[in-house]
């Protein structure tokens, strides 16, 4: 099991910048692959971005390519997404999430096990 904690999230105005952290707990951050997802008001879940151990690959949402970046570090227990050239469209809050390390590119919401709370992300225009 691991727990997530996200932090990070503000308001910031359009073309603005913004990295968002999640901290895994335990020991067994190599174990789960990674994602993270965003909701904004009255909308459904949406996958934003993903990253896979297994070859070590990342994968993005089309409305997010090119601005958006997801990382990690394995000595921090940390998996970050920086978010650039941001749009008022990116407001949501945002969610990490994680599971079992796989060979898959999970981009559903049913495809993780464990969440974070969401961090809290608005883009004034």
Same mark, same amino acid.
């Given at each position: 099991? &691991?727990?997530?904690?996200?932090?990070? *999230?503000?308001?910031?105005?359009?073309? +603005? $910048?913004?990295?968002?952290?999640?901290?895994? /707990?335990?020991?067994?951050?190599?174990?789960?692959?990674?994602?993270?997802?965003?909701?904004?008001?009255?909308?459904?879940?949406?996958? &934003?971005?993903?990253?896979?151990?297994? *070859?070590?690959?990342?994968?993005?949402? +089309? $409305?997010v390519k090119g601005r958006f970046?997801? /990382?990690?570090?394995?000595?921090?227990?940390?998996?970050?997404?920086?978010?650039?050239?941001?749009?008022?469209?990116?407001?949501?809050?945002?969610?990490?999430?994680?599971?079992?390390?796989?060979?898959?590119?999970?981009?559903?919401?049913?495809?993780?096990?464990?969440?974070?709370?969401?961090?809290?992300?608005t883009v004034s225009s």
């Open positions: 099991q &691991v727990q997530l904690v996200e932090s990070g *999230g503000g308001l910031v105005q359009a073309g +603005d $910048s913004l990295r968002l952290s999640c901290a895994a /707990s335990g020991r067994t951050f190599s174990s789960y692959d990674y994602g993270w997802f965003r909701q904004a008001p009255g909308k459904e879940r949406e996958f &934003v971005s993903g990253f896979r151990w297994i *070859g070590e690959r990342t994968y993005y949402a +089309d $409305s970046t997801i /990382s990690r570090d394995s000595a921090k227990n940390t998996v970050y997404l920086q978010m650039n050239s941001l749009k008022p469209e990116d407001t949501a809050v945002y969610y990490c999430a994680a599971g079992r390390t796989t060979f898959r590119q999970r981009v559903g919401v049913d495809e993780y096990d464990f969440w974070g709370q969401g961090t809290q992300v």
